[in-house]
T-cell receptor, first 113, second 114 residues
Framework: DSGVTQTPKHLITATGQRVTLRCSPRSGDLSVYWYQQSLDQGLQFLIQYYNGEERAKGNILERFSAQQFPDLHSELNLSSLELGDSALYFC????????????FGPGTRLTVT | SQKIEQNSEALNIQEGKTATLTCNYTNYSPAYLQWYRQDPGRGPVFLLLIRENEKEKRKERLKVTFDTTLKQSLFHITASQPADSATYLCAYPLEPGGYNKLIFGAGTRLAVHP
């Protein structure tokens, strides 16, 4: 158990809908990262937050947004969903600063029908 | 743009042998490389980090090397066991100074047979 929690575990929704994925980092970790993993793309970095502020951005679509709250939990919002958004979404956390290892949560499997 | 390549074909080995996985990168030399293990449907688990000034790093049966001339990292599992069967991912920073903004390889699937 990495100490990172993600909810929900599974999510099935229709095209055009909006969903919110939630992540709680390990106790004491200030950085939260979001990744998307699909069969044909591998693990893709989406966005990083550090202590409530956006720190780095990857190939995150404009339809996707994220935020980190004062209690350090984070949410990833996906809107106007398309079939191609079906994937595993992982959250990871680390201590920030030096190149610390990242601890990944169990993921949320999103299926868009 | 940065590219990271891992052998996409599965690696099948016999229990007790040493498994060697390869990670090649292009363009700039990263300050460090990380290796993760991922089981089907689960999140990656951190294994080892090696910095550019370290030639080799060990942890129990695991060994990682980092050759900045060849732009390559090798990941070894000695005395492999069926429980080592998983996909192994290498990762490094997407850009210089972007310490934790990582690019991951597609992973190499390792199958250890009894």
């Amino acid at each position: 158990d990495s100490g990172v929690t993600q909810t929900p575990k599974h999510l099935i929704t229709a095209t055009g809908q909006r969903v919110t994925l939630r992540c709680s980092p390990r106790s004491g970790d200030l950085s939260v990262y979001w990744y998307q993993q699909s069969l044909d793309q591998g693990l893709q970095f989406l966005i990083q937050y550090y202590n409530g502020e956006e720190r780095a951005k990857g190939n995150i679509l404009e339809r996707f947004s994220a935020q980190q709250f004062p209690d350090l939990h984070s949410e990833l919002n996906l809107s106007s969903l398309e079939l191609g958004d079906s994937a595993l979404y992982f959250c990871a956390s680390s201590g920030g600063g030096e190149p610390y290892e990242q601890y990944f949560g169990p993921g949320t499997r999103l299926t868009v029908t | 743009s940065q590219k990271i390549e891992q052998n996409s074909e599965a690696l099948n080995i016999q229990e007790g042998k040493t498994a060697t996985l390869t990670c090649n990168y292009t363009n700039y030399s990263p300050a460090y490389l990380q290796w993760y293990r991922q089981d089907p449907g689960r999140g990656p688990v951190f294994l080892l980090l090696i910095r550019e000034n370290e030639k080799e790093k060990r942890k129990e049966r695991l060994k990682v090397t980092f050759d900045t001339t060849l732009k390559q990292s090798l990941f070894h599992i000695t005395a492999s066991q069926p429980a080592d069967s998983a996909t192994y991912l290498c990762a490094y920073p997407l850009e210089p100074g972007g310490y934790n903004k990582l690019i991951f390889g597609a992973g190499t699937r390792l199958a250890v047979h009894p």
